[in-house]
């Protein structure tokens, strides 16, 4: 029986190294269910795009079904008469448009492990098939690759000088962002805001309990959720993001699959760094008075802007050395053509 989870491994590794001949074969599915879905929401007149707390028309569904029925056209014809200049382009094209659905699937998986409900479900699994055809129609897009008839593992390797220190600057990013939450969730005051006034406006916004539970605690969710990024950053860039080092049981020593670091960086940059650069630039013409920020829950704009500063720098930064990390990842792991 032992014998087998080897041959297991073996078929499992080839059949994903086959990735250019099943790409656009999975592409042309999704391309489908992703016009049906869109077809579901608009007869139904269900919104995929709801718009701060007024959700969106309908019509979006339409969008989302020409999008899926262009998608599902393109992969076909690459199927049919191979790769042309043409159909790349509109491969490209549409990768980029589902991309941009799928931004803010991050915050929804953040909502959803501390127990909190999605604003829209419709919405949710919107972005959730997005991203999954952004990674489809991207594959499928480079899909008229050689295939490497065989390939070596590169050995373990930390990332260039200048990658880790995106990764320092990342890392530093979110200390002043940890030291204004951490203040507020040990009863402090920052900002004119005590932490009192803080965890009631969580109970106002429908906060779940273990997200609650966690701030009795003196704990903030969203700062273990910075230093589990941290942690993600670095792995990133040191060896032990490849290989598994000895602190961890049952599992030193052995490879880290690719996609285990990568799938969540690829997420996180996505939408963080636009998330971020966005909200800094608004911040920055706030301040300037080009545009007005109305204090919201804060006692004074002023205040609003000091936490809109220190929140939205934090995403920016570590958004961008996650980008960067994520892209030197995926070049020092890439398997080589095997020496003869």
Same mark, same amino acid.
């Given at each position: 029986?032992?014998?087998?989870?080897?041959?297991?491994?073996?078929?499992?590794?080839?059949?994903?190294?086959?990735?250019?001949?099943?790409?656009?074969?999975?592409?042309?599915?999704?391309?489908?269910?992703?016009?049906?879905?869109?077809?579901?929401?608009?007869?139904?007149?269900?919104?995929?795009?709801?718009? &701060?707390?007024?959700?969106?028309?309908?019509?979006?569904?339409?969008?989302?079904?020409?999008?899926?029925?262009?998608?599902?056209?393109?992969?076909?014809?690459?199927?049919?008469?191979?790769?042309?200049?043409?159909?790349?382009?509109?491969?490209?094209?549409?990768?980029?448009?589902?991309?941009?659905?799928?931004?803010?699937?991050?915050?929804?998986?953040?909502?959803?492990?501390? &127990?909190?409900?999605?604003?829209?479900?419709?919405?949710?699994?919107?972005?959730?098939?997005?991203?999954?055809?952004?990674?489809?129609?991207?594959?499928?897009?480079?899909?008229?690759?050689?295939?490497?008839?065989?390939?070596?593992?590169?050995?373990?390797?930390?990332?260039?000088?200048?990658?880790?220190?995106?990764?320092?600057?990342?890392?530093?990013?979110?200390?002043?962002?940890?030291?204004?939450?951490?203040?507020?969730?040990?009863?402090?005051?920052?900002?004119?805001?005590?932490?009192?006034?803080?965890?009631?406006?969580?109970?106002?916004? &429908?906060?779940?309990?273990?997200?609650?539970?966690?701030?009795?605690?003196?704990?903030?969710?969203?700062?273990?959720?910075?230093?589990?990024?941290?942690?993600?950053?670095?792995?990133?860039?040191?060896?032990?993001?490849?290989?598994?080092?000895?602190?961890?049981?049952?599992?030193?020593?052995?490879?880290?699959?690719?996609?285990?670091?990568?799938?969540?960086?690829?997420?996180?940059?996505?939408?963080?760094?636009?998330? &971020?650069?966005?909200?800094?630039?608004?911040?920055?013409?706030?301040?300037?008075?080009?545009?007005?920020?109305?204090?919201?829950?804060?006692?004074?704009?002023?205040?609003?802007?000091?936490?809109?500063?220190?929140?939205?720098?934090?995403?920016?930064?570590?958004?961008?050395?996650?980008?960067?990390?994520?892209?030197?990842?995926?070049?020092?792991?890439?398997?080589?053509?095997?020496?003869?």
């Amino acid at each position: 029986m032992t014998a087998d989870v080897p041959m297991v491994k073996t078929s499992w590794r080839a059949w994903w190294q086959q990735w250019p001949r099943w790409a656009g074969r999975m592409a042309v599915f999704w391309a489908v269910a992703y016009a049906g879905f869109g077809l579901v929401c608009a007869l139904n007149e269900t919104p995929v795009f709801p718009a &701060g707390d007024t959700l969106g028309p309908s019509a979006p569904g339409w969008a989302v079904t020409v999008v899926g029925v262009l998608a599902a056209l393109t992969c076909a014809a690459v199927s049919r008469y191979g790769m042309r200049p043409a159909l790349r382009v509109l491969l490209w094209t549409v990768c980029g448009v589902a991309g941009l659905a799928a931004f803010s699937l991050l915050m929804d998986v953040i909502t959803l492990m501390f &127990g909190q409900g999605v604003d829209n479900w419709a919405s949710a699994a919107h972005r959730a098939l997005s991203a999954a055809g952004a990674l489809l129609l991207a594959a499928t897009a480079r899909s008229d690759r050689r295939l490497p008839v065989v390939t070596s593992v590169r050995a373990p390797s930390a990332a260039s000088r200048p990658v880790q220190f995106a990764a320092w600057a990342g890392t530093v990013a979110f200390l002043p962002y940890a030291v204004m939450k951490l203040t507020w969730a040990f009863g402090g005051t920052f900002a004119g805001m005590s932490g009192a006034e803080m965890r009631a406006i969580s109970e106002r916004n &429908g906060a779940s309990g273990i997200w609650l539970t966690l701030e009795s605690w003196g704990l903030d969710a969203t700062v273990l959720l910075a230093a589990l990024g941290v942690f993600l950053l670095w792995g990133l860039v040191r060896p032990w993001g490849q290989v598994f080092p000895r602190w961890t049981p049952y599992l030193r020593g052995r490879r880290v699959p690719r996609w285990l670091p990568l799938a969540p960086a690829l997420i996180g940059a996505a939408t963080l760094a636009p998330y &971020g650069v966005l909200g800094l630039s608004y911040v920055a013409l706030a301040t300037t008075g080009v545009v007005t920020i109305r204090p919201g829950d804060f006692h004074s704009s002023g205040d609003a802007h000091l936490v809109g500063w220190i929140g939205m720098a934090a995403f920016a930064v570590y958004g961008l050395a996650l980008t960067v990390a994520a892209r030197s990842y995926w070049f020092r792991t890439r398997r080589v053509p095997a020496a003869h």
